[in-house]
């Protein structure tokens, strides 16, 4: 069988050669639609370029790091880099490209067309992967081509695509993929339309933009949108938009324009037009034989069929799409464009002034059931931005993914994770913090009267230097606190830390020490003109979204730390009434008790959930996690389970825990290493431990049962690897 095969004679294969998707448009180009030229590079040629090169195994073991549903998604992407960056250094065999060169040459020539993915199973009546794998447009140039074919089937293992497959039940051990490469099309508008209203049988939709149908599907660009009878393709409403901008083809990619004056004020479609797209729909599900979600442009009056898919959702077997979250923290760069400017223009500076006006109020004061009604409006609060934390802070961390993509495939570097190099920076709230501890911790290493008052514990008030830098901290950041479990460290605690600190020589204060300036401009020299601006624009919004990926919490734990105040004054009244274990009380309990004197409030109780500890009687000498940050350690262990943990922990051990909150940092300066339990590039933990240069590893199943505090383990941060004496 030919490895490459033109659309007009694709309708002849099965769909686990070419896929469902260029199956699909071979049979409705057979059926007389308008769709732009094509070659199916078929999935034998896949499996022929894994096999030969080794890929597979490769692949397997990476796979079978950990059990994949216990991953994270931070872990998951950490996968599907590893292996991307696989594909991206393994070149192509040569009797494959002898294979690919001539029909592409001859069939596009330097023409720009768009490299889709087709794999076998997608786009089918039972599953699809819509968004799931990548899709590159204004692509030029065989050799051009032939390597974005290979980014295509390093999508096969996308996190996304994973996540999906097991969710599905998808064998991923057999999974291939075919690549569809078609003429790119650059029409004047654009849409999809969906044969049947996923909501309302009797109806279809049709939703369309201007220019590119890049922008509509990828969230940029909002479309106007006309719901039609489903019978006789009447126009039953149009939902009028602003239509300000439009996404064309760049010098790379595509990119985002202003959309013409003269046609803001009109829709992208006419009545004729709507008519049209309506009969193109409900053709193809004649010809397909169920209704169908169809991509669509205009291009000087020409209407083009670009994909089409069945509509799964109608499916009343189908149980909800669990993946439908986890893939919207894909963004576009366009896309996060506009969230970075919605998270630092609006987002952050209301959080902060909600903490603030919140910290001016005095709950002590107040009677209980003017404290229950503070409770219960911090409790709505806090629950309103925690919504928006992982609806705008989380996918916004896809910024660090998209540069990741970028350099990897610029640079094609030995490491994959090379990229973070390029972000690191002091510049973060908990560094800020730290750096301040440190200061303070100077002073006690210099001033030897002032390190024995400490010592002993002694009045440091005619210290003024010190307890000026003291006055300074608290004012800037508070009392040290760790919102995530519900704890506030007071003055004395602060201290404790700064002991700590002051017992290290000045040398082992850590920090970066990389010139990110260098860095940078060894990969912006990779570029030139629009590119290299474009390149410097992906970096920008890369180091924005690590600095918040660390900031974030910090800002949201502002406002939960208001949420403990009342929460703490509640139940400290009352444990004054008599109920001696009022922590095991829940905020709704609580404030319901505050307000009726009477009521008894219930006890959530201590589930003491020993079930892993239980069953893990065999020592573990040797666990795997994701590598984070690169380094080897051996040290002594401290698991940090909560407040009282994280003060006892002692300069030169190794931190283990669940997850590293960004308010729980101020220890990171004493440690040795890091281990935590959850896990991935992108989680808390891992972005200090780079800023400190220390070893980490994420992603270590049950490390807080199987590592015990004052165990000696051994942190290779290069593969991954705790090993405990």
Wanted: charged share 25%.
């Amino acid at each position: 069988m030919s490895l490459v095969i033109s659309l007009d004679s694709i309708a002849g294969y099965g769909t686990e050669h070419i896929g469902g998707k260029a199956y699909s448009l071979g049979v409705l180009l057979a059926g007389g639609f308008q769709v732009p030229p094509g070659l199916c590079i078929s999935s034998q040629a896949y499996d022929t370029y894994v096999r030969s090169t080794g890929l597979m195994e490769r692949i397997s073991m990476e796979l079978n790091r950990k059990d994949f549903s216990e991953m994270r998604w931070e872990e998951m992407w950490d996968a599907s880099l590893r292996i991307r960056n696989m594909f991206l250094n393994t070149p192509m065999p040569t009797s494959l490209m002898d294979q690919f060169r001539s029909p592409l040459e001859n069939t596009f020539g330097d023409r720009p067309v768009a490299v889709r993915s087709s794999a076998p199973g997608e786009d089918s009546t039972g599953v699809t992967f819509a968004g799931v794998h990548e899709t590159y447009m204004n692509v030029r140039g065989v050799y051009s081509i032939i390597e974005h074919i290979r980014l295509v089937w390093a999508s096969l293992w996308a996190d996304g695509a994973l996540l999906y497959r097991q969710e599905m039940g998808l064998d991923v051990t057999k999974s291939t993929m075919a690549v569809l490469v078609q003429e790119l099309v650059c029409g004047e508008k654009s849409g999809v339309i969906f044969g049947q209203n996923p909501n309302d049988e009797t109806q279809a939709v049709i939703e369309s933009v201007y220019g590119l149908n890049q922008g509509l599907v990828d969230g940029t660009v909002e479309p106007d949108r006309w719901i039609l009878d489903r019978e006789s393709g009447a126009i039953i409403s149009h939902h009028a938009v602003e239509r300000e901008q439009i996404v064309a083809i760049g010098p790379v990619g595509v990119h985002l324009e202003l959309l013409a004056s003269e046609k803001r004020e009109i829709p992208p479609l006419n009545a004729d037009e709507v008519s049209e797209v309506y009969k193109l729909a409900m053709k193809a599900q004649e010809i397909l034989g169920s209704p169908q979600d169809v991509e669509w442009t205009y291009q000087d009056q020409d209407l083009y069929l670009l994909q089409s898919r069945p509509i799964t959702a109608l499916k009343e077997e189908r149980s909800p799409d669990e993946r439908s979250w986890y893939l919207t923290l894909r963004r576009s760069f366009l896309n996060l464009k506009k969230l970075r400017s919605r998270i630092e223009g609006d987002l952050i500076p209301e959080m902060a002034g909600i903490a603030e006006t919140l910290s001016k109020i005095d709950c002590h004061s107040m009677s209980d059931e003017v404290l229950s009604a503070e409770l219960r409006k911090r409790m709505r609060i806090f629950d309103s931005w925690e919504k928006a934390y992982w609806r705008y802070f989380i996918p916004f961390a896809h910024g660090m993914r998209l540069f990741g993509q970028v350099y990897n495939d610029a640079v094609r570097p030995v490491d994959p994770y090379e990229f973070m190099d390029l972000l690191v920076t002091p510049d973060l709230i908990s560094i800020r913090r730290n750096n301040m501890l440190e200061n303070m911790a100077g002073l006690v290493r210099k001033e030897s009267m002032l390190a024995d008052t400490l010592k002993k514990h002694g009045d440091i008030s005619g210290f003024t230097r010190f307890t000026g830098l003291m006055e300074e901290f608290v004012n800037t950041f508070g009392d040290l606190s760790c919102a995530a479990a519900d704890c506030t460290y007071d003055r004395d605690s602060i201290l404790r830390v700064v002991r700590e600190l002051a017992i290290r020589p000045p040398d082992m204060a850590r920090g970066s020490t990389r010139n990110s300036e260098e860095l940078t401009e060894e990969f912006l020299s990779l570029f030139t003109g629009e590119v290299r601006a474009f390149a410097a624009e992906v970096l920008d919004i890369a180091r924005a979204s690590y600095r918040l990926r660390d900031d974030d919490n910090i800002y949201l734990g502002r406002i939960k730390r208001q949420l403990v105040v009342a929460r703490n004054e509640g139940r400290a009244r009352l444990e004054m009434r008599g109920v001696f274990s009022a922590a095991d009380i829940a905020d709704e309990e609580l404030a319901r008790a505050l307000e009726e004197r009477g009521y008894v409030p219930q006890q959530t109780g201590d589930p003491g959930d020993d079930t892993v500890s239980g069953r893990l009687w065999l020592k573990a000498r040797q666990l795997i996690g994701q590598p984070a940050s690169r380094g080897i350690v051996t040290g002594i262990a401290r698991v940090v389970e909560g407040g009282d943990d994280l003060l006892q922990f002692k300069a030169g051990e190794i931190l283990v825990c669940d997850a590293l909150d960004p308010n729980m940092t101020f220890v990171v300066p004493l440690a040795a290493g890091i281990v935590e339990r959850r896990g991935g590039m992108l989680i808390h933990g891992a972005i200090i431990a780079r800023e400190y240069s220390l070893p980490c590893v994420t992603g270590v199943p049950d490390a807080t049962d199987l590592i015990c505090s004052g165990d000696q383990i051994t942190v290779d941060g290069y593969l991954g690897v705790v090993i405990i004496a």
